[in-house]
């Protein structure tokens, strides 16, 4: 049996956490002809309105 994203933790607020420290330690690939600021922080803009939400 798999377990939920609501069944880790507390309400799953364990897996919140989680998937952030996967995103931050995740490995970064920046393609040669992108917008670099806007590479890093369109995610990080996501992650504030979500937790404000």
Known sequence: Q???TN???IY???Q??????KL???E???PHQS???QLFIVPIVTLM???LV
Do not use: P, T
């Not at 919140?16 to 420290?21: A, G, I, N, Q, T």
């Open 7 to 9: 069944v880790v933790g």
């Open 16 to 21: 919140l956490f989680s998937d952030v420290l």
């Open 35 to 37: 917008n670099k600021v």
């Open 49 to 51: 309105f979500s937790l």
């Open 2 to 4: 798999r377990v939920g």
């Open 12 to 14: 799953g607020v364990l």
């Open 24 to 26: 931050i330690v995740k």
């Open 28 to 30: 970064l690939i920046v």
